[in-house]
């Protein structure tokens, strides 16, 4: 077994600056940032590949404005894991965001062994669906279009640009004389 000793890039999105400094200091020898706002996370994560967020739900001002920002967090970085840091999570709360997409709910009081065992579980798991993803598209492209014969140009021509369009929902219609 291969040891990964990668640095783990870890956002926290809190305006608490003790909050921040606590999970910072559980945290240590990861790469850790910190924004205050919603926009500042956005910001962050289209631009920067983070292994886990650390999210303040507060920053939502009620429940399902925390929800609707985890929301768009995880449309705008799919590949990152969101693990919510809340002052008072109540269950109620829990398994809405879980629901939504949150891997995990943490208490900010929680001691620094186990936010960093929850935030390296969240990049594990993280880790573990891309190798996932990985695998299928290379399934996937290895299954392709076994069945499509042709070697012209136009024919690798057609063939590039189903490649592209595969991964959209969009539809498809393919016309041609009969029997080509």
Same mark, same amino acid.
């Given at each position: 077994?291969?040891?990964? *000793? ?12 003790? =909050? *921040?400094?606590? %999970?910072?200091?559980?945290? #240590? ?7 205050? +706002?919603?926009? %500042? ?18 920053? @939502?001002?009620?429940?399902? !404005? ?8 995880? $449309?705008?970085?799919?590949? $990152? ?12 709360? $829990? ?9 995990? *709910?943490?208490?900010? #009081?929680?001691? @620094? ?12 798991? !993280? ?9 299928? !598209? ?5 299954? %392709? ?6 070697? =012209? ?17 969009? +539809? *498809?219609?393919?016309? @041609?004389?009969? !029997?080509?």
């Amino acid at each position: 077994m291969l040891l990964d *000793v990668a640095v783990r890039h870890v956002l926290i999105v809190d305006p608490e600056v003790s =909050s *921040v400094a606590h %999970g910072q200091a559980a945290l #240590s020898g990861m790469d850790v940032e910190a924004v205050a +706002t919603p926009a %500042g996370a956005f910001e962050r994560v289209v631009g920067t590949p983070f292994d886990a967020v650390l999210f303040d739900p507060a920053l @939502g001002d009620d429940d399902d !404005g925390a929800l609707a920002l985890l929301h768009r967090l995880r $449309t705008l970085a799919p590949d $990152t894991v969101v693990v919510i840091w809340s002052e008072h999570p109540t269950v109620h709360f $829990t398994v809405r965001a879980m629901r939504s997409g949150a891997l995990d *709910v943490l208490k900010k #009081s929680a001691e @620094g062994a186990e936010i960093r065992s929850v935030v390296e579980r969240a990049i594990s798991h !993280g880790a573990l669906a891309r190798e996932v993803r990985r695998l299928r !598209g290379e399934v996937e492209k290895a299954r %392709g279009l076994g069945e499509v014969i042709g070697d =012209s140009a136009l024919m690798r021509q057609l063939l590039q640009m189903i490649e592209r369009v595969a991964a959209s929902d969009a +539809t *498809v219609l393919i016309v @041609g004389e009969s !029997g080509t």
